[in-house]
C-alpha cells in the first residue's frame, strides 16, 4: 500500500525544482502510508509532478519503485492499491512483444494503460487501487479509484492549480491552498458520522467516487467516467437471477471467494488475517487455511465486558482451523493512549467508535505481519445487518398505517420515558431485546412521525443527530442517495435497497474508510476478498431468500461456511466491532469530553447549539438517556477541530 499525491501548476508558475519539492511535501504528509521510499517526479513542461511514498508488497526491489514511467515514456503513474490479476494481464501483455522489467503489478497496469489506453484498461483490473496517471502526449491526467471505495482519493482544483492525494494532510501540505470548514458537509457528517462523498469536510475539495476516472485535460474542466456502476450491478443481478438451487449457489459462491481469496494472499512479504469469530472474517480465513502450507496467522481484539466481547469465539475459530492465533484485549487504558491520535489518523471528522479497535487490531498485527485479509463487506452483499430485517418489517406497518394513526402513535411512543421502555423492555428475551430499548423506542416515535418513504426512513433509522440543523448554528444538508425516491425502482426489495444504500454511502464512506485509516496509520495493508467485483456482481444475482430469510441475513454465505466450521462455533447473535464508549464516556472519558463539550468552549467556537449539547451530556452521564452516539460524533469533530482548524 502506497501514498499518491500530485500537483498541477496549469498555469506554469513553479519550477521543475518547486514543482518536486512540493510533491514531495505532499508525500511525506502521507508517510505513514508507505514508509519504505519517497519519490517525485515532473514534467517541467506541463508543470504537473507526481509524489509517492512506498509500502513494499510486490517486487520489492527498486523495478517497483515510483512514480513509474512505461517502457514507451509516454505514460507515468503514481499508484496505491493492489491488482490481483497482473499475471494474468502480465502474460497477455508479454504475448504482444512486450518485456517487463521486474514483476510487480505497478508495470502491468501502467503498460496496460499504453497499450490499451486508459479507459479500456481500468475496467479489466481486478483489485484495489487510487491512483493518477498522466499522459505526456497528450497532457492529460487520469485519477482513478477502484469500484467499491477500497482506497481513497481526494482532489481540489483552484486558482490554476489542481492537487490531489490520498488522504486530505497531503493537500494541506500544498501551501497556496487554504482549508475552510464546510458548514454543509458538517450538517451531513452530524447526521451520518461521516463525510458522504463526493463532499469533505473543507469547501471545494472533493472525494473521487467510486467507480470513477476523472480526466482532466489542459485548459479543460474535469471530466468524469463513471467505468464501474452499483447501479447497473443491481439492475443486471435483478435481471438475471441465478436459477440453480441453493447447493449450486453455495458452490459457485465457495469457487468464487476461494479465487478472491487465494487472489489476495499473494505478497512478497509476511501476509495475516483479522479474525473476529463472525461469519465474514471466518470465511476469508478459512478459505485462507485451506489454500495456505502453513499456519494463517490471525489476529482479534477482545473485551473485558463479556456484551461486548468475541475474543473468545475468535480463539475458538482459530483453534478449530489450526491458525497461528494472536489476540489482544482491550482496557480503557488502551482506548484512552488511542483517542488523542484520532484526529491525527482520521484527518476528516469520523465518529464511528469502532475506529479504536479498528486501530488496536491493526496495531497488534502489523508487530508481525504487513498484510492482512479484512472481512468486511460480507453485510452489505449478503444482508448481514440486524437493522435490515427489524426495519423490513416495522416498515410494512408503517406503510401500512394511515398517517394520522403513525402520529397518534408516535405521541403515545413519546409519553413514556426512555428509562420506562427499558424497564418494560426487560420482559422480551434477551436475544431478541434490541439493545438500549428505550431509545430506540423513542427514535421510532421520530420515524413513525416523519416522511412515509422507505429511504427516507431509513435515513431517519441510520442517523446519529436526526435533525441535524437543530444541533448546529449554521448549515444545511445536501439531498444524497437516501433522499432519492427513484432508488425505489432500481431496488424494489426493501432490504435488497438498504443493502444497496449502504453499499453506495456506509460502506466506503464508514467501513472502508475506517478500515484503511487505521490499517495505514501503523503501515499495514488491509485487503478485502469479499469486495472483489465480481463476487459484488454475484451477490446481487441472487434471490433475496437466499441472502435473508427468517429474520437473518447470508444465508448462502453460511452455507459456505458451514464447510469449513460447525455452525455451533459461528451460530450466535451478532455484536459487531464495537465497544463500550458509553460506560467510558461516564468514567474514563469523562474529562476528556467535559473539556470538548464545556459550555465556555462551546459557545466561543459558535458551530453547534450550547443549551441542546449540554442537556444531552448531562442526560448521558446521569444515565438517563444513552446518547454516546450523537455526543461521540461532536467529541470526534471537536478534536478534529482543534487539531486541523485551530
Not at 313 to 325: D, I, R
Not at 530 to 542: E, G
Request: hydrophobic share 40%; glycine share 8%; proline share 6%.
Amino acid at each position: 500500500m502506497c501514498g499518491v499525491t500530485g500537483l498541477w501548476d496549469r498555469c506554469g508558475r513553479r519550477s521543475p525544482d518547486e514543482l518536486a519539492a512540493t510533491a514531495k511535501s505532499m508525500a511525506n504528509a502521507v508517510a505513514h502510508r508507505g514508509p519504505d521510499g519517497c519519490a517525485a517526479w515532473t514534467d517541467s513542461e506541463a508543470g504537473l509532478a507526481l509524489g509517492h511514498r512506498r509500502l513494499s508488497i510486490i517486487d520489492l526491489s527498486p523495478a517497483g519503485a515510483q512514480p513509474m514511467v512505461s517502457s514507451s515514456g509516454r505514460f507515468v503513474i503514481a499508484y496505491n492499491g493492489e491488482v490481483y490479476n497482473a499475471d494474468e494481464l502480465r502474460c497477455e501483455l508479454s504475448a504482444s512483444g512486450l518485456s517487463f522489467r521486474g514483476h510487480s503489478d505497478t508495470e502491468v497496469i501502467l503498460e496496460a494503460a499504453a497499450a490499451w489506453g486508459v479507459e479500456a484498461a481500468i475496467p479489466r483490473l481486478i483489485g484495489m487501487f487510487a491512483m493518477a496517471l498522466w499522459d505526456r502526449h497528450e497532457r492529460t491526467l487520469y485519477l482513478v479509484r477502484d469500484r467499491l471505495g477500497i482506497k481513497p482519493m481526494y482532489w481540489a482544483e483552484f486558482d490554476g492549480y489542481f492537487i490531489f492525494g490520498s488522504e486530505l494532510r497531503a493537500l494541506r501540505a500544498e501551501d497556496s491552498w487554504s482549508a475552510n470548514l464546510d458548514l454543509t458537509s458538517l450538517a451531513s457528517y452530524i447526521r451520518f458520522g461521516y463525510v458522504p462523498a463526493p463532499r469533505t469536510i473543507y469547501t471545494g475539495v472533493h472525494k473521487l467516487e467510486p467507480g470513477t476516472i476523472l480526466k482532466l485535460r489542459c485548459g479543460q474542466r474535469p471530466n468524469f467516467v463513471r467505468y464501474w456502476s452499483l447501479e447497473d450491478v443491481a439492475r443486471q443481478g435483478q435481471g438475471a437471477r441465478f436459477s440453480g438451487t441453493e447447493e449450486e449457489a453455495t458452490e459457485a459462491l465457495d469457487e468464487l471467494l476461494r479465487d478472491a481469496v487465494k487472489r489476495r494472499m499473494i505478497a512478497d512479504v509476511p501476509l495475516g488475517a483479522f479474525l473476529s469469530g463472525g461469519i465474514d472474517s471466518s470465511t476469508v480465513v478459512a478459505m485462507m487455511q485451506v489454500q495456505s502450507p502453513r499456519p494463517v496467522r490471525t489476529y482479534s481484539i477482545g473485551f473485558r465486558e463479556a456484551e461486548y466481547n468475541e475474543g473468545q469465539h475468535a480463539a475458538t475459530v482459530a483453534k478449530h482451523l489450526g491458525t497461528e492465533h494472536t489476540e489482544l484485549y482491550v482496557s480503557p487504558r488502551h482506548a484512552l493512549d488511542v483517542i488523542p491520535q484520532l484526529a491525527e489518523m482520521y484527518d476528516e471528522p469520523f465518529a464511528d467508535s469502532s475506529q479504536i479497535p479498528t486501530y488496536l487490531v491493526s496495531k497488534l498485527t502489523r508487530q508481525h505481519v504487513t498484510v492482512a485479509l479484512s472481512g468486511d463487506g460480507g453485510d452489505e452483499l449478503f444482508g448481514g445487518y440486524r437493522r435490515y430485517f427489524r426495519q423490513s418489517g416495522l416498515w410494512q406497518a408503517i406503510d401500512a398505517t394511515p398517517q394520522p394513526l403513525r402520529t397518534m402513535t408516535a405521541s403515545g411512543l413519546r409519553a413514556l420515558s426512555p428509562a420506562t421502555w427499558s424497564a418494560l423492555g426487560g420482559l422480551i428475551p434477551k436475544r431478541q431485546r434490541p439493545e438500549q430499548f428505550g431509545d430506540k423506542m423513542h427514535k421510532l416515535a421520530d420515524v413513525l412521525a416523519g416522511e412515509p418513504e422507505a429511504s427516507a426512513f431509513y435515513r431517519q433509522v441510520v442517523s446519529l443527530w436526526v435533525d441535524p440543523g437543530s444541533v448546529l448554528t449554521h448549515g444545511e444538508e445536501v439531498s444524497g442517495p437516501l433522499e432519492d425516491p427513484t432508488i425505489r425502482n432500481i431496488v424494489p426489495d426493501f432490504i435488497e435497497r438498504m443493502q444497496y444504500l449502504d453499499t453506495l454511502t456506509y460502506l466506503p464512506d464508514d467501513i472502508l474508510t475506517k478500515v484503511d485509516r487505521a490499517s495505514m496509520a501503523v503501515s499495514l495493508e488491509a485487503r478485502v476478498p469479499l469486495l472483489d467485483h465480481r463476487v459484488v456482481a454475484f451477490s446481487w444475482s441472487l434471490p433475496p431468500s437466499m441472502k435473508a430469510g427468517n429474520g437473518s441475513g447470508k444465508r448462502i454465505l453460511r452455507r459456505v461456511l458451514d464447510g469449513y466450521v460447525p455452525q455451533h462455533l459461528i451460530d450466535r447473535p451478532k455484536k459487531g466491532f464495537t465497544m463500550p464508549v458509553q460506560d467510558w464516556l461516564r468514567n474514563e472519558l469523562r474529562d476528556w469530553a467535559e473539556n470538548l463539550l464545556s459550555e465556555r468552549r462551546l459557545s466561543a467556537e459558535g458551530i453547534f447549539e450550547p443549551t441542546l449539547i449540554r442537556r444531552r451530556w448531562r442526560e448521558h452521564i446521569a444515565r438517563t438517556r444513552d446518547w454516546h452516539g450523537p455526543l461521540w460524533a461532536v467529541l470526534m469533530f471537536q478534536a478534529w477541530k482543534e487539531r486541523w482548524l485551530a
